[in-house]
């Protein structure tokens, strides 16, 4: 990694060309200082005077960061072609992009950082703790929900939407499963009734079991299942990294 700390504008370019402009694709260039943005393209904006960090990565994205806020106020994506140059003693950034048609441009008055680098990661991004996960959780093990109940269906379709699981219990009692991956909630029970009375009409049960599953079942929605004849279950989701690990959310 190599960087410059307050560089002049003719210092930086020299210090880009060398480490950054006859690599593009191996380095990521990160430029912090005072700067302002003009884009034209899908529409035209213009980014007053002010200090950020500008980020190439090595794909051809440019972001522009202000010091608050996730998201970049400007960016251009993935294959964009970026110039240096200096004009009136000002370090001056263009980018381009040709489908679609925009470019951007980016005029330092004053530099604070200027840092090139190779970053090397090939891993991709896995998702675990969603709601299919619970799904699956009660699939190979449905004890979670209680004994001797047999999933028979999952994603069954009735009149008002579908069931997350179907199923029957010891006593070949219709069982009608909701899983909620996160806070369970007041629209949950209703959710649920209404696919316990589509079950009712349908197979013609005088009784139907519905139980509603999430990692919290407050104490209101409690009340309120036990209104209506329903049962809740409060089941943790496991989130299952790649060494195998299995973490339970209140892990992390």
């Known amino acids: 990694m190599h960087t410059a700390l307050h560089p002049s504008a003719?210092?930086?370019?020299?210090?880009?060309?060398?480490?950054?402009?006859?690599?593009?694709?191996?380095?990521?260039?990160?430029?912090?200082?005072?700067?302002?943005?003009?884009?034209q393209g899908r529409a035209r904006s213009l980014l007053d005077w002010g200090e950020r960090l500008i980020m190439i990565k090595q794909d051809g994205t440019v972001l522009v960061h202000q010091p608050v806020m996730r998201e970049p106020v400007n960016w251009q994506p993935t294959g964009?072609?970026?110039?240096?140059?200096?004009?009136?003693?000002?370090?001056i950034l263009n980018c381009r992009h040709l489908h679609p048609a925009e470019k951007m441009r980016v005029a330092f008055r004053r530099l604070k950082l200027v840092t090139a680098t190779s970053?090397?990661?090939?891993?991709?991004?896995?998702?675990?703790?969603?709601?299919?996960?619970?799904?699956?959780?009660?699939?190979?093990?449905?004890?979670?929900?209680?004994?001797?109940?047999?999933?028979?269906?999952?994603?069954?379709?009735?009149?008002?939407?579908?069931?997350?699981?179907?199923?029957?219990?010891?006593?070949?009692?219709?069982?009608?499963?909701?899983?909620?991956r996160s806070l369970a909630t007041i629209s949950s029970v209703h959710q649920?009734?209404?696919?316990?009375?589509?079950?009712?009409?349908?197979?013609?049960?005088?009784?139907?079991?519905?139980?509603?599953?999430a990692p919290r079942v407050p104490d209101m929605v409690k009340k309120l299942l036990e209104e209506h004849n329903l049962e809740w279950r409060e089941v943790e989701r496991k989130v299952v990294l790649p060494d195998n690990r299995q973490r339970t959310l209140k892990e992390f």
């Not at 930086?12 to 884009?39: Q, R, W």
């Open 10 to 39: 003719s210092d930086a370019l020299h210090f880009i060309n060398e480490y950054h402009t006859s690599k593009p694709e191996k380095t990521m260039l990160l430029v912090m200082g005072e700067c302002i943005v003009d884009y």
């Open 80 to 91: 964009s072609i970026t110039e240096f140059k200096i004009k009136d003693e000002q370090l």
């Open 119 to 180: 970053l090397v990661d090939h891993a991709n991004l896995i998702i675990a703790g969603m709601e299919i996960d619970v799904v699956n959780q009660i699939v190979s093990d449905p004890t979670i929900i209680e004994e001797n109940l047999r999933i028979v269906k999952r994603e069954k379709p009735v009149k008002t939407g579908s069931i997350d699981l179907f199923g029957f219990d010891k006593n070949h009692v219709p069982v009608v499963i909701e899983v909620k």
């Open 192 to 213: 649920l009734r209404m696919y316990v009375k589509d079950i009712k009409k349908d197979r013609k049960e005088p009784k139907v079991r519905g139980i509603l599953c």
